[in-house]
Every structure is written in structure tokens, then in C-alpha cells.
């Protein structure tokens, strides 16, 4: 299958720092990109689409200014956490959905903010 | 709206025994797709199985198939040979027309020596 790779893995910050968080597919071109956030032995909660050249759709509940998507190329989408605080606290992952509309997804990155 | 419910939160098998997993879902769209989806310890989502909607024959993929029985809404999935790597969470997952995906609450399997 597809390759995602997800960096870092794990970063600690400090409240009110920022941390950027890197998605990338390797052997496909992704027009389309995903970001979710996997709470303790929870599902999968999707927190916005990333699409190539234009502005993430972003689901309800999630702050757009807080979780800042870019993807600017076909290959790379970035999740920016800004300001963190503790309750930003999390795994993020993301996935990448490929021409036949599956979605590989990254290893992911534990959060933690002191 | 799409709905997937996994009603087994947890199982277990023995090494090399069968076991099945349930998955039922929800929608009024007429083409969609499911996914079987691994998380094993490591947190890596790992694709297992998938099935389009409109195909009748179910989705085979070495020791994994699935049972899907659309008129019920049913999409179970089979471990055949369990192996001790199998030993992950299992979440099912649902994709329409919006290219999300909707996932269950996922069955934490544990295969057993």
C-alpha cells in the first residue's frame, strides 16, 4: 500500500508555544489530505479536510484559529497546533487519500503540552 | 447522516483459532465503500480489507474477509489463522459520496498463545 509518513512522532512544548506538525505522502500525489484526533482508547475523530491549493474544511466544534491547515503542495499538508495548552493535548494523525479514494494514513504524533 | 456501530468492544481468540468481527452501519446513500482498519500497539492505522457497495462478492485478502450483507447493513469481519500480530484494535469504517470517513468505536482484539 500507499506510504504517509507523520512528523514528528512525539513533541512536548510548553503552554502557549506553537507546534506544526508535517504530513507527507511519499509514492502518491494526494490532492486531498485528512487530520484527526485519536483521544485514549477513543475512535478516530476527524477535525478537518486539508484540499491541495484552497482552505480547509474544518468539522464543527473545531477551532479554525487554533488549528491552522496548510497544504501546499500535492505531497504535503501541515497541522499547525497554535498557542498549545494542556488540553491540546492528544494523538494527531493524519491520512492521505489516494486516486482511488482510500485513505493511508501516518504513523501519528503524540502532543503533550506542559 | 452515516453511522457505523461495532457492538464488541473487546475479544479474544486463541493463536490460530477463527474469529469474527461485527460491524454494522448506516446510510441512505447507494454507493459507498467499507474499510477495515488495524491499530495495533504501535497507533499505526493499518488498511486490512475494503468492499464497494455495489459489488456482491465479498472482499478476500489472505487470512481476512469479510461477510457483507447489504440489505442487513452488516459488515463483519473474519480473522482467519489467528496470528499473535493480529492482536490489535479493529475499526470499521464507512465512506460516502464526501470522501469521509466514518469510523466505529473500534474491538480491541487480543490473540492469545
Known amino acids: 500500500g500507499a506510504v504517509v509518513s507523520q512528523h514528528p512522532s512525539r513533541v512536548i512544548c510548553k503552554s502557549g508555544t506553537s507546534v506544526k506538525i508535517e504530513c507527507r505522502s511519499l509514492d502518491f500525489q494526494a490532492t486531498t489530505m485528512f487530520w484527526y484526533r485519536q483521544f485514549p482508547k477513543q475512535s478516530l475523530m476527524l477535525m478537518a479536510t486539508?484540499?491541495?491549493?484552497?482552505?480547509?474544511?474544518?468539522e464543527q466544534g473545531v477551532e479554525k484559529d487554533k488549528f491552522l491547515i496548510n497544504h501546499a503542495s500535492l505531497t504535503l499538508s501541515t497541522l499547525t497546533v497554535t498557542s498549545a495548552h494542556p488540553e491540546d493535548s492528544s494523538f494527531y494523525i493524519c491520512?492521505?487519500?489516494?486516486?482511488?479514494?482510500?485513505?493511508?494514513f501516518g504513523a501519528g504524533t503524540r502532543l503533550s503540552v506542559l | 447522516a452515516q453511522t457505523v456501530t461495532q457492538s464488541q468492544p473487546e475479544m479474544s481468540v486463541q493463536e490460530a483459532e477463527t474469529v469474527t468481527l461485527s460491524c454494522t452501519y448506516d446510510t441512505s446513500e447507494s454507493n459507498y465503500y467499507l474499510f477495515w482498519y488495524k491499530q495495533p500497539p504501535s497507533r499505526q492505522m493499518i488498511l486490512v480489507i475494503r468492499q464497494e457497495a455495489y459489488k456482491q462478492q465479498n472482499a478476500t485478502e489472505n487470512r481476512f474477509s469479510v461477510n457483507f450483507q447489504k440489505a442487513a447493513k452488516s459488515f463483519s469481519l473474519k480473522i482467519s489463522d489467528s496470528q499473535l500480530g493480529d492482536t490489535a484494535m479493529y475499526f470499521c469504517?464507512?465512506?460516502?459520496?464526501?470522501?469521509?470517513?466514518?469510523f466505529g468505536k473500534g474491538t480491541k482484539l487480543t490473540v492469545n498463545p
Open positions: 491520512s492521505a487519500r489516494d486516486t482511488l479514494g482510500i485513505q493511508y
Open positions: 486539508s484540499n491541495e491549493g484552497s482552505k480547509a474544511t474544518y
Open positions: 469504517a464507512l465512506r460516502g459520496g464526501s470522501e469521509k470517513l466514518v
